[in-house]
C-alpha cells in the first residue's frame, strides 16, 4: 500500500507541474506540498520496514491530512469557489479505516468534518459550494470506514481464535503420536528419533550418553492376577515414578509390553548404574490402588548401557542394554546389571 501511495502522490506533482505555468505561486506551492507527503510517506515506509507498524500507519494517516488542508492554505483558488481539493478529506479516514483502529477512524473523520464545518463559515458567502452534500459525503464515508475497519477486527480476532485452536489441536496431535496412550510415556517412534539425535550430540561434545533397559518381572502373572486395567494402572505408575528419579533432560518410553527404556544424556556408566539401583528399590515400596484393590510395588529387571563403550548407534546400545537386562532375569530378577564390553577387533572395550 505504502509503495501505490508513493507512486500516487508522484502521480500528482506530475499532474501539478502539468496543470500549472512554470514559475507560479500555485504550482510552486503544491510542489512542495507534494514533495513533503511524499517524504512522510517515505519515511513510513522506512519506519514499517523496521518493524513500527504503528507509527508507519499515523504517519500515513498525518500526511494524508495534510494534503487537502495544506491545499487550503497553499491555493488561493480554493477559497475563491474550487472545492474539488476539500473532497480530499475523505482520503485520511479511509486510510485510517484501514491502517488504525475504530477509534483513531473516528477521530480522524471528527477532525475532518470539523474542519470542514470551520472552514464552511469561514469563506466568503457569495462562493458557491453545496456544503451539505460536502459533508453528508464525508460523514458516510467515515460511517463506512468505523464499520469496515470493526468488521475487520473481528473477522481478525475470529482468525486469530481459529488459529489457536488449530495449533493447539496440531500440539495435541503431535504429542499423541509421540506418546503412549496406556502409559502416557513417549513410544517407540519417539525414541528411536530422539536416541539418534542424543547420540549425534554425544559424539560432537565427546560425552557419555546411558541407556537403561526396565523390564517389570511376572508381568503377566500380575495381569492374571489383578486383570489387564490394573497392568495398565502399574504401567502408568512406574512411568511416574521412573520420571520423578531422572532429570528433566532424561527421556521415559515404552519400549513394548512391559519394557521400559530410559535415554539419559551426559551420564556415565557409574551414574545410569545408580540411578537405575534407585528405581529398582522405589519400585518396590509402591503401593498402588487399582479400583479399591492395593497392588504391592513390582520388582523390576534393569540393564544398562553406556555409549560408547557398548555401543555406537542406537540400535547397538538398545540390544547391549535388553542382553543386560536378560542377564539380570537368567540371574533371579529385581537387580540391575551392565552391559558387557561390545568387541572390537576381537578385544573388549574399555570401560567408559
Known amino acids: 500500500m505504502l509503495a501505490a501511495l508513493i507512486l500516487l502522490t508522484l502521480a500528482a506533482a506530475v499532474v501539478v507541474v502539468a496543470d500549472n505555468?512554470?514559475?507560479s505561486l500555485r504550482r510552486s506551492g503544491y510542489l512542495v506540498l507534494?514533495?513533503?507527503m511524499l517524504f512522510a510517506l517515505v519515511a513510513a515506509l522506512v519506519l514499517n520496514g523496521s518493524g513500527h507498524f504503528r507509527w508507519a500507519a499515523s504517519l500515513v494517516v498525518l500526511s494524508?491530512?495534510?494534503?487537502?488542508w495544506g491545499s487550503v492554505l497553499l491555493d488561493p483558488l480554493i477559497v475563491a469557489g474550487d472545492f474539488v481539493p476539500l473532497t480530499y478529506a475523505v482520503v485520511p479516514v479511509l486510510l485510517s479505516g484501514i491502517l488504525l483502529s475504530a477509534g483513531i477512524t473516528a477521530l480522524v473523520a471528527g477532525v475532518q468534518i470539523a474542519l470542514l464545518l470551520v472552514f464552511s463559515v469561514a469563506v466568503p458567502n457569495h462562493v458557491s459550494i453545496n456544503w451539505p452534500s460536502l459533508l453528508t459525503m464525508v460523514f458516510f464515508v467515515s460511517v463506512l470506514s468505523i464499520v469496515g475497519n470493526l468488521m475487520i477486527a473481528r473477522d481478525l480476532r475470529q482468525i486469530v481464535r481459529q488459529n489457536r485452536r488449530l495449533e493447539e489441536s496440531e500440539a495435541l496431535l503431535r504429542e499423541q503420536s509421540v506418546r503412549d496412550h496406556v502409559s502416557g510415556l513417549f513410544n517407540r517412534?519417539?525414541?528411536e528419533e530422539t536416541l539418534q539425535r542424543e547420540l549425534e550430540r554425544a559424539k560432537r561434545g565427546a560425552t557419555a550418553l546411558a541407556v537403561i533397559m526396565i523390564d517389570i518381572d511376572h508381568f503377566k502373572r500380575l495381569n492374571d492376577t489383578f486383570g489387564h486395567a490394573a497392568g495398565d494402572i502399574v504401567l502408568r505408575e512406574l512411568g511416574n515414578l521412573i520420571g520423578t528419579?531422572?532429570?528433566g533432560i532424561d527421556m521415559v518410553c515404552r519400549y513394548g509390553g512391559d519394557e521400559i527404556t530410559?535415554?539419559?544424556p551426559d551420564t556415565d556408566r557409574d551414574v545410569a548404574l545408580e540411578r537405575a539401583e534407585r528405581i529398582r528399590k522405589e519400585a518396590g515400596k509402591?503401593?498402588?490402588?487399582?479400583?479399591?484393590?492395593?497392588i504391592p510395588g513390582p520388582t523390576l529387571s534393569l540393564g544398562v548401557a553406556v555409549y560408547p563403550r557398548d555401543g555406537l548407534t542406537g540400535p547397538e546400545l538398545?540390544?547391549?542394554?535388553?542382553?543386560?537386562?536378560?542377564?539380570?532375569?537368567?540371574?533371579g530378577r529385581d537387580r540391575v546389571r551392565q552391559a558387557a564390553p561390545r568387541l572390537v577387533g576381537g578385544a573388549a572395550t574399555e570401560p567408559a
Open 21 to 23: 505555468p512554470a514559475g
Open 34 to 36: 507534494v514533495f513533503s
Open 64 to 68: 494524508a491530512v495534510a494534503g487537502p
Open 189 to 191: 517412534r519417539y525414541l
Open 245 to 247: 528419579n531422572l532429570r
Open 262 to 264: 530410559v535415554v539419559m
Open 286 to 294: 509402591l503401593r498402588i490402588d487399582a479400583d479399591g484393590e492395593v
Open 318 to 331: 538398545l540390544a547391549a542394554g535388553d542382553a543386560a537386562l536378560y542377564l539380570a532375569k537368567d540371574e
